[in-house]
Each structure stands twice: as C-alpha cells, then as structure tokens.
C-alpha cells in the first residue's frame, strides 16, 4: 500500500511542478484548434461571390 500511495504523491508532484507549463501549453493549443478568423474571412468572400451572383440571376 506504501508503493501505491507514493507512487500517487509522485505524480501528483510532477502534475504540480509542470502545471504551469501544462497551462500555457494549452493555451497555445487552444488558440490554433479555435482560430475561426481564417474560416471567417472566406464565409465573408463567398458571402459576396453568392450576392453577386444572385444580383446577375435577377
């Protein structure tokens, strides 16, 4: 039961001392896989090319 509980204390002390790294890990992460200005832009464009055509079908 030793061996579990400090193996448990071990972990838990790596998760500590690297949390910080974890965190702004994350952050970085996050801002890539959320970044919707990309997708944004080109619903704008094709927004535009579609009122153009329906403008010309008229």
Sequence with gaps: MKTV????IKAV???????DEIAA????I??????????????SQLQEELNV???LIQ
């Design 53 to 55: 055509v329906a403008e």
């Design 13 to 19: 002390n790596i998760l500590t001392t690297e949390k």
């Design 5 to 8: 509980k400090g193996l448990f």
């Design 30 to 43: 996050k801002g890539q896989l959320f970044d919707t200005g990309e997708l944004e832009t080109e619903q």
């Design 25 to 28: 890990n994350f952050q970085t």
